[in-house]
C-alpha cells in the first residue's frame, strides 16, 4: 500500500512540474512572439516617405501591446519594455535617443498596465463576452485616453529635454496622440473581437462560449460584396481626384455614404471591422498618393472622427438590435404563457375595441377572431353590466383610476350568460398618454354559479322561489331599526290560503305545488320593489312592508294602515283569477292579518305573531277577508266607513288637482339673497298635475285613498274629472305661452277601461290641446301579467303621439323589453330611491343604474321626490337632467301655479 501511495505522490508531483514547465514555456512563446511582432511593426514607421521625426501618423505597436495586456493579463506589461529595449538593438541610435526610447518604454509599460488593469479590475472587461459596454470603455480608456497619457509625457520629456520649445508643447500633444489614438481605436477593436478567442485557443486556454454583438438580421451575400465595392471604390475615388502630394483629399466626406450603409446594417461589429479596414486602407493609399505631412495630418483627424462616429452609431444599433431581439422574445414567451394560462389577457384600444385577444377569449365567447377585433368590448357585456364595464373603461382612460377590478355578465355566440373577472389597468406610453387597456379576463361562471345557489338555497324557498324565514329575520330587525330612527312604520301582512287543503286532496300534491308557484309569482307583482315576500310554511306567506309614512287619514287611526291595507286589496285582486293546473281551472282567495309596528308592537317576533293572530281572525270572519291586529269590527267596517265618505268627497267636490312644476336640475339654482329658495327662471320644463282629497280641511295624497277608490268603483268618475280639469288648465297656460307641457297620471283600472284612451284624446281634442305636449304616467306594473287591456290603451295613447312616462320607475319588477315595447319616452324614478340615495349605498347604486340604463335606452329620465339639496346634488353628479320634488316647489293650486309660470321664462 505504501508503495502504491508513494507512486501516486510522485505521479502528481511529475504531473504538476509538467504543468508549470508548459506554463513557463508558453508565457515565453508569448513573450517572444509579442516582442518579435512589436518591433515589426514598429519598423512600418520606415515604410512611409511622410513620416517625420516623431510618431507615425498611424502608429500600430500601443494597440497590440493593448492586446497582449487584455488578452493574457497586465503581468505582461513589462514586455512594453523589453520591446523598446529590443528595438534598439535591431535599430542602433544614438545614446541620447536610445534614453527617449527606454524613456518611452517606461511611460507606454506604466500607462498600457495602467489602462489592462482599470479595464479588467473595475470596469470589469471582458473580450468574450462582447458587450456593447465593454466596446465603449475600450475606446475611451485603451484608445482615447492611454495614448493621451503618453502623448503627454512624452511631449514634456522634449520640451524639458530642450527638444521643443513650451510654446509648442500642445501641438506635440496633439501630433503624438492622434497618431497612437486613430491605430488604437481602429485596430484593437478588431484585435479584441476576433483575435483574442483565436489567440486563446492557441496558446491552449479554455475559451468560454463566445456572444456576439447584436446586430440587424445578416445582409445577403450581394449586398455584402456592393458594401465592400462601395467602400474601396469611395476611398480610392477620394484620394485619386485631388492633386497629388499638394492637398489634402477633398471627397472624403462621400466616405460617410458607404460607412453609414454598413454600420446601420450590421451595428458595431460591422463598425469595428470597416474602421480597421479603413485605416489600413488609408495608410496604404497616403503611401501610394504620396501626400505630405500636413495632408496626413488631416487625413488623421478625418480617420478619428469617422472611427468615433461609426462605433457610435454601431452601438446604438445594436443596442436597438438586442432590445428589439429582447422584445421579441418576451412576446414570444408572453404569447405562449398567454395561450397556456387559465387567465386570458386582452389589449383594448382606447376605443374599447380588442386589439389583441387569445384564442380562448374567443373559443370562450364562441366568437371569430375578426369579431373579437371589430366590436366593442361592452357589446359581449349583458345590457345590466354594461354601464358598468363602459364607466371602468372611461376611468381608467381619462386617468380617474389606475387599476379597475369587477366582475361582469358576457353572453356568448349562443346566448348564454358567462361571468368573468375583469382586472383593468392602463398601459401608457413614453410621453404618459394612454396607449391601451390591459386586461386580464377569468371565467368565474362555476365558481359564481355555485356562490350563487349556495347562497340562494340559504335563503330562498326551493319551491316557490321567495325568501324563506332566514331571509326574513336578517330583513327584519334593520328595518325596525330605521322605523325607529326615521319615525316610520313597518308591516307584516300575513297571508293564508283559503281551502288550499282541498286542492292537494282532490287533485294532488303536484298541483298543489303548481298553485303555490302561481300564487307566488302573484304576490310578488302585488307588493312594492321594496317589500319582502317570503313563504313561510306550507300555504302561508308573509310580506315585509317597510318604510311606511305617517299620513292622518281617519280619527282614531295610526295612520299607517293605508299602505299594508293597499297591499292587502292588490293581494285579493290578484287572486281573482282562476288557477289552471292538473287540467282544471280552480279558484283560491286569501285570508289576511296584518300587525304594525309600532302600533301593534315593539319588536319583530310579536310583529309576526300579532299578524298571524289578525289572519286567524280574518279566516274565521269568512274568505277573503282583511284584518288589521287589534280593531273592534274589523277592517271590513272600516273600509266601508271610508267607502262611503268618499262616495260624498265626490259629489260634494272635495276633490282637487294640484300642480308641481317639473325642473331642469342644473338650470335651478338657490337664491340666496330671497330666503335660500330656488330660482326656477329658465329650469321649469313642465308641469304635472296631482289629485288631493280635502278632508275636512287636511289634503290627502292618493297614496291614502286611491286603492279605496278603485275598490269602490270610483276610479273612473273621480279620474276622468281631475284628467279634465287638468288638461282645461293647461290648455290655458299653453294659450298665453306659459306652458308647453304637462303631465297627467292614469292608474291601472283607468287604463284598462274599455274606451279609456278614447276619451282623454277626445279630451285634448276638445281642448285644442297637441297630443304631443302630453305625457301620461302610467304604472311599471302595466307590462305584467293579467294587464292586456292597459297595455293596448297606452299603446293607443302613444301612437296618438302622446308621451309615456313609466312612474315609480326601479320599484316594480317590469323587464326593460316590457317597457320599451310600450314605446315609453321617459322614466321617472321611485322617490323611495331618492329619498335613501344619501344614506344607502345600494340606492345610490340603483339609482346610477337606473339613468345609465334609462341614456342607453334613449330615455329621458326624471327623479321623482327631490327633497333635498344633498339630493339634488348627488342626481347633478349623476347627471339626471330633470326631476321634481318639495325642495323646488311643492304641488300648489292653479292660481298660485299660474303666478309662477308668469314669472319665469319657460325652456
Known amino acids: 500500500m505504501n508503495i502504491v501511495n508513494g507512486r501516486r505522490v510522485a505521479e502528481d508531483a511529475s504531473s504538476v512540474r509538467a504543468g508549470r514547465l508548459g506554463r513557463y514555456a508558453r508565457a515565453v512563446a508569448i513573450s517572444l512572439l509579442f516582442v518579435v511582432a512589436w518591433n515589426a511593426l514598429d519598423a512600418l514607421k520606415h515604410s512611409f516617405a511622410a513620416v517625420q521625426p516623431g510618431v507615425p501618423p498611424w502608429y500600430l505597436p500601443p494597440a497590440l501591446s493593448l492586446f497582449v495586456i487584455l488578452t493574457f493579463g497586465i503581468g505582461y506589461a513589462p514586455l512594453v519594455f523589453v520591446a523598446h529595449a529590443v528595438s534598439l538593438i535591431v535599430d542602433p541610435v544614438s545614446p541620447r535617443h536610445a534614453g527617449e526610447v527606454l524613456l518611452s518604454g517606461l511611460v507606454e509599460t506604466l500607462v498600457c498596465g495602467g489602462a489592462g488593469y482599470l479595464l479588467k479590475g473595475p470596469l470589469r472587461y471582458d473580450p468574450l463576452k462582447r458587450r456593447i459596454s465593454d466596446v465603449t470603455n475600450l475606446v475611451v480608456v485603451a484608445g482615447l485616453v492611454a495614448p493621451l497619457g503618453v502623448a503627454v509625457a512624452s511631449a514634456f520629456y522634449a520640451a524639458v529635454s530642450g527638444m521643443i520649445a513650451w510654446t509648442q508643447f500642445p501641438v506635440a500633444v496633439g501630433e503624438s496622440w492622434i497618431g497612437r489614438a486613430v491605430g488604437t481605436t481602429t485596430i484593437l477593436p478588431l484585435l479584441m473581437l476576433r483575435g483574442t478567442p483565436l489567440v486563446l485557443k492557441l496558446a491552449g486556454f479554455p475559451v468560454a462560449r463566445e456572444v456576439h454583438i447584436p446586430s440587424l438580421p445578416p445582409p445577403a451575400r450581394l449586398e455584402t460584396v ?412 272600516r273600509g266601508e266607513m271610508l267607502g262611503a265618505r268618499l262616495f260624498h268627497a265626490a259629489e260634494r267636490r272635495e276633490f282637487i288637482v294640484h300642480y308641481q312644476p317639473i325642473v331642469d336640475l342644473r338650470a335651478a339654482w338657490r337664491d340666496a339673497l330671497h330666503n335660500g329658495g330656488f330660482q326656477l327662471a329658465g329650469a321649469i320644463v313642465g308641469v304635472e298635475a296631482l289629485l288631493r282629497w280635502s278632508d275636512r280641511g287636511k289634503l290627502i295624497t292618493p297614496e291614502a285613498f286611491l286603492p279605496f277608490l278603485e275598490s269602490y268603483g270610483l276610479i273612473e268618475s273621480v279620474g276622468s274629472w281631475a284628467n279634465c280639469e287638468a288638461i282645461r288648465q293647461a290648455a290655458l297656460w299653453m294659450a298665453a305661452g306659459r306652458l308647453r307641457s304637462f303631465s297627467i297620471n292614469l292608474s291601472l283600472a283607468q287604463l284598462a277601461q274599455p274606451e279609456g284612451a278614447a276619451r282623454l284624446l277626445a279630451t285634448l281634442r276638445d281642448a285644442r290641446v297637441d297630443p304631443r305636449n302630453v305625457v301620461v304616467d302610467v304604472p311599471e306594473s302595466v307590462t305584467t301579467e293579467g294587464h292586456q287591456r292597459a297595455e293596448r290603451s297606452v299603446r293607443e295613447l302613444a301612437d296618438a303621439g302622446v308621451r309615456i312616462a313609466v312612474d315609480h320607475f326601479g320599484s316594480g319588477s317590469s323587464s326593460i323589453a316590457a317597457i320599451r315595447g310600450l314605446a315609453a319616452e321617459l322614466v321617472k324614478i321611485d322617490r323611495t330611491l331618492i329619498a335613501r340615495m344619501n344614506d344607502d349605498e345600494d340606492s345610490a347604486s340603483i339609482v346610477a343604474t337606473l339613468l345609465g340604463l334609462a341614456a342607453n335606452l334613449r330615455m329621458e329620465a326624471v327623479a321623482e321626490g327631490v327633497e333635498s339639496e344633498s339630493q339634488w346634488l348627488a342626481l347633478i353628479e349623476l347627471g339626471c337632467p330633470v326631476g321634481q320634488g318639495n325642495l323646488f316647489s311643492p304641488p300648489v293650486p292653479a292660481e298660485e301655479m299660474g303666478r309662477l309660470l308668469a314669472s319665469v321664462q319657460m325652456v
Open 226 to 637: 456592393g458594401q465592400v465595392a462601395a467602400t474601396a471604390l469611395t476611398l480610392t475615388f477620394a484620394y485619386a481626384a485631388s492633386a497629388t502630394g499638394r492637398e489634402t483629399p477633398n471627397f472624403l466626406y462621400l466616405y460617410f455614404l458607404p460607412l453609414a450603409w454598413i454600420v446601420v446594417r450590421r451595428g458595431l461589429a460591422g463598425a469595428i471591422v470597416v474602421n480597421a479596414g479603413t485605416d489600413i486602407a488609408a495608410m496604404l493609399l497616403s503611401e501610394s498618393f504620396g501626400y505630405p505631412a500636413a495632408a496626413i495630418a488631416d487625413i488623421q483627424q478625418f480617420m478619428l472622427a469617422v472611427t468615433l462616429t461609426s462605433l457610435l452609431v454601431g452601438g446604438i444599433v445594436s443596442a436597438r438590435a438586442r432590445a428589439e431581439r429582447k422584445l421579441l422574445v418576451a412576446q414570444e414567451q408572453l404569447a405562449r404563457a398567454e395561450e397556456a394560462s387559465s387567465t386570458m389577457i386582452l389589449h383594448v384600444g382606447l376605443d374599447a375595441r380588442c386589439r389583441k385577444a387569445p384564442s380562448t377569449y374567443c373559443a370562450l365567447l364562441g366568437r371569430t377572431p375578426d369579431e373579437a377585433r371589430t366590436m366593442r368590448l361592452a357589446e359581449f357585456v349583458a345590457p345590466e353590466d354594461r354601464p358598468a364595464v363602459e364607466l371602468a373603461l372611461h376611468r381608467l382612460i381619462v386617468g380617474e383610476a389606475h387599476a379597475v377590478d369587477l366582475q361582469a355578465r358576457f353572453i356568448d355566440g349562443a346566448g348564454h350568460q358567462l361571468w368573468l373577472y375583469l382586472n383593468m389597468s392602463v398601459v401608457r406610453d413614453v410621453s404618459g398618454q394612454p396607449e391601451f387597456i390591459l386586461v386580464f379576463a377569468h371565467d368565474v361562471t362555476a365558481q359564481r354559479l355555485e356562490s350563487e345557489e349556495v347562497a340562494y338555497l340559504a335563503y330562498h324557498d326551493a319551491l316557490t322561489g321567495l325568501p324563506n324565514r332566514s331571509m326574513l329575520e336578517e330583513h327584519l330587525t334593520p328595518a325596525l331599526g330605521r322605523a325607529r330612527r326615521s319615525g316610520r312604520a313597518v308591516a307584516a301582512v300575513f297571508v293564508d290560503l283559503d281551502g288550499f287543503k282541498e286542492i292537494n286532496d282532490t287533485l294532488g300534491h303536484a298541483a298543489g305545488d303548481n298553485v303555490l308557484q302561481v300564487v307566488a309569482s302573484r304576490l310578488r307583482r302585488s307588493a312594492r320593489a321594496t317589500d319582502l315576500v317570503v313563504r313561510l310554511a306550507g300555504d302561508e306567506f308573509l310580506m315585509l312592508i317597510t318604510d311606511i309614512e305617517r299620513i292622518g287619514l281617519a280619527e282614531g287611526g295610526s295612520g299607517y294602515a293605508h299602505v299594508p291595507l293597499a297591499v292587502s286589496a292588490n293581494i285579493h285582486r290578484s287572486l281573482e283569477q282562476p288557477f289552471e293546473t292538473a287540467g282544471s281551472e280552480v279558484l283560491v282567495s286569501a285570508s289576511v292579518g296584518i300587525s304594525v309596528f309600532p302600533s301593534d308592537a315593539q319588536d319583530g317576533e310579536t310583529l309576526i305573531r300579532h299578524a298571524d293572530e289578525a289572519m286567524y281572525l280574518a279566516k274565521h270572519a269568512g274568505t277573503g277577508q282583511t284584518q288589521i291586529f287589534g280593531e273592534s269590527g274589523g277592517a271590513r267596517a
